[in-house]
Structures are given as structure tokens and as C-alpha cells.
Nanobody, 121 residues
Framework: QVQLLESGGGLVQAGGSLSLSCAASGRAVSNYAMAWFRQAPGKEREFVAAINWSSANTLYADSVKGRFTISRDNAKNTVSLQMNSLKPEDTAVYYC??????????????WGQGTQVTVSS
């Protein structure tokens, strides 16, 4: 079993930056790929970024490529999402997930509770 807890959400103006963090606990956390998804009101949960167990490979949604950076620290069991040049359309609840290095919700077995990110125009 893996437990995930996100932090770092908040309110920021368009063009600003925000950093999210996810603390993971449980067995063999470092064996999993880690990812961030987001869900805006009335919309489906969508993939944002993923990183494999060794940090050698990352994957980004086209909508965030060049603005967001995912990273992980296996010694601390944390995964982070640095978000720059934020836009109002980035407003959503952001979820941390652990699973396979893919971009579909169904490929991830463990999920955090989410943290709200609001970008004002």
C-alpha cells in the first residue's frame, strides 16, 4: 500500500509560479513511476506530467510542456511539480499518483487527496 499527500497549492496571479509537493509513504515507493494529474470543475481528470523511478524519463502534457517541471527525490520519497508561467486555464485540483509510466488515469494505482491551484487573470 502507498499513501500520498499533496501540498503547496494556493492562489496565484497569471504569469506567476507555484510549486507542488507530494510526500509518499509505504512499501517500495521508489519502484513506482509518479505522476501529477489535474481536474477542473466539470471536466475529466487529465494527465499533467510523469517521471519514472530513476528520474531518467519524464513525460508532459502538451499544454504544460516548457512551463512545468516534474522531479522526484527517492531518498525523501517526494515528488514535486514546479509550475511557471501559470495561466487561468491551469486552475484545477492537482493530484499526485503512483503507478506505471503512462498518461492514463487507469494506469495509476494510488492517489492523493488533491490540492487546489487557482490562477487569477
Amino acid at each position: 500500500q502507498v499513501q500520498l499527500l499533496e501540498s503547496g497549492g494556493g492562489l496565484v496571479q497569471a504569469g506567476g509560479s507555484l510549486s507542488l509537493s507530494c510526500a509518499a509513504s509505504g512499501r517500495a515507493v521508489s519502484n513506482y513511476a509518479m505522476a501529477w494529474f489535474r481536474q477542473a470543475p466539470g471536466k475529466e481528470r487529465e494527465f499533467v506530467a510523469a517521471i519514472n523511478w530513476s528520474s531518467a524519463n519524464t513525460l508532459y502534457a502538451d499544454s504544460v510542456k516548457g512551463r512545468f517541471t516534474i522531479s522526484r527525490d527517492n531518498a525523501k520519497n517526494t515528488v514535486s511539480l514546479q509550475m511557471n508561467s501559470l495561466k487561468p486555464e491551469d486552475t484545477a485540483v492537482y493530484y499526485c499518483a503512483a503507478g506505471r509510466m503512462l498518461s492514463r488515469v487507469r494506469h495509476y494505482d494510488y492517489w492523493g487527496q488533491g490540492t487546489q491551484v487557482t490562477v487569477s487573470s
